[in-house]
């Protein structure tokens, strides 16, 4: 994650159709308040929840946006958190010594292990040094395009043996986390914001809170209901025009999407996208979109990566093994199609 803010306004527009209707939530007094902060993940964020008053929902967003500030500072891989306890000092001492961190960044780092297992190193997270080398080039195309230029073969698979979650290190008795090789970097940008969405939620939970939507930058979960006591409804925009795909709804449930019209840049005519293939160092080529319904937020934050990068039978075998969660394909030429339990 960098601190730019990229252009995801058309995205970010289209998710926000989760509203429609009268001002009288679950409850028959609730009001419907809505908040948005544009510096956290690199991306908008929205909070948007039924509360008694104004006062009530103040109090509920400073809790939304100070975790996520939190969180955004400690699982940042470029700027650090200030203290040295995030996953950008883990970076920076690799090869050295391990890094004493945060509980969220251990969680956050036993789950990029499973989500490496599960996927047979699809996602992973210790790949950021060709991912470094993707956003490089996205970054210098966007200030000076006339100059662009996609990383050399040679540069790619040089990145590629830097990896390998085996040389992440964690020591969970210490706290502390260690990159072995000092040429491997953390990359979690197919996990972090579903796993902090589920924490920022469950914060929620504890707090007493309900009827709650939180949108990060397309990243959605939702808990309670709009309204009319119906399911918040999210809106997924068309991956090759800009018009909505379709509409779901969804209650104590996360919608998330993996498009290649976000982080792209143009090189020799050619548009190259952010999701990166890690057998190929390339970004992937199998779909424009692929959306995913899961009960948990770092559930269909990695599945709907994953899927995006494999072919179609693989990643239905890869969701099989998520109870409760569907996925909405769709193919470069636009053709929509869903698993079974995706909603009608």
């Known amino acids: 994650m960098t601190k730019s803010l990229r252009h995801r306004t058309w995205n970010f527009c289209l998710i926000l159709l989760f509203v429609m209707g009268s001002a009288v939530g679950c409850s028959p007094t609730a009001e419907r308040h809505e908040a948005t902060r544009l510096d956290l993940f690199d991306t908008p964020t929205t909070v948007i929840a039924y ?8 109090t509920l967003s400073e809790l939304v946006f100070s975790e ?24 920076a001492h690799a090869g050295q010594n391990p890094v004493e961190v945060d509980s969220d960044v251990m969680a956050l780092l036993q789950w990029a292990k499973e989500a490496a297992e599960v996927t047979h190193g699809v996602i992973d997270a210790s790949a950021g040094a ?11 195309a966007t200030i000076h395009p006339e100059e662009a230029k996609i990383p050399s073969q040679e540069a790619i698979q040089n990145a590629l043996r830097h990896r390998g979650m085996e040389y992440l290190v964690l020591d969970e008795a210490a706290g502390t986390a260690y990159l072995t090789d000092p040429e491997m970097r953390l990359d979690v940008g197919a996990l972090a914001k579903g796993f902090t969405a589920d924490l920022v939620m469950n914060k929620l939970k504890e707090s007493g809170y ?7 930058g397309g990243n959605v979960l939702t808990m309670g209901c709009r309204a009319d006591g119906s399911p918040w ?8 025009k ?6 779901v709804p969804a209650s104590d449930r996360s919608v998330v999407t993996s498009g290649g019209y976000e982080r792209k840049m143009v ?9 990166i293939d890690l057998s190929t160092g390339m970004p992937a080529e199998q779909w424009a979109q692929v959306s995913v319904i899961s009960g948990r937020s770092a559930e269909a934050d990695l599945l709907t990566t994953a899927l995006f990068i494999l072919p179609e039978e693989e990643g239905k075998a890869l969701l099989a093994q998520f109870e409760g969660a569907s996925a909405c394909y769709v193919s470069l030429d636009g053709t929509m ?8």
């Open 51 to 58: 509360t008694q008053t104004e006062e009530e929902f103040e």
């Open 68 to 91: 996520l500030s939190r969180l955004d500072a400690l699982f940042d891989v470029y700027e650090g958190d200030g203290e040295g306890k995030g996953l950008a000092a883990i970076n």
């Open 130 to 140: 060709v991912c470094s080398l993707w956003q490089q080039a996205r970054e210098e």
């Open 210 to 216: 309900s009827d709650v939507m939180l949108n990060l």
């Open 233 to 240: 409804r999210i809106g997924l925009r068309h991956p090759l």
């Open 242 to 247: 800009e018009a909505v795909l379709t509409e």
């Open 267 to 275: 090189f020799e005519g050619k548009e190259y996208h952010h999701i």
């Open 337 to 344: 199609t869903t698993t079974e339990g995706w909603p009608n």
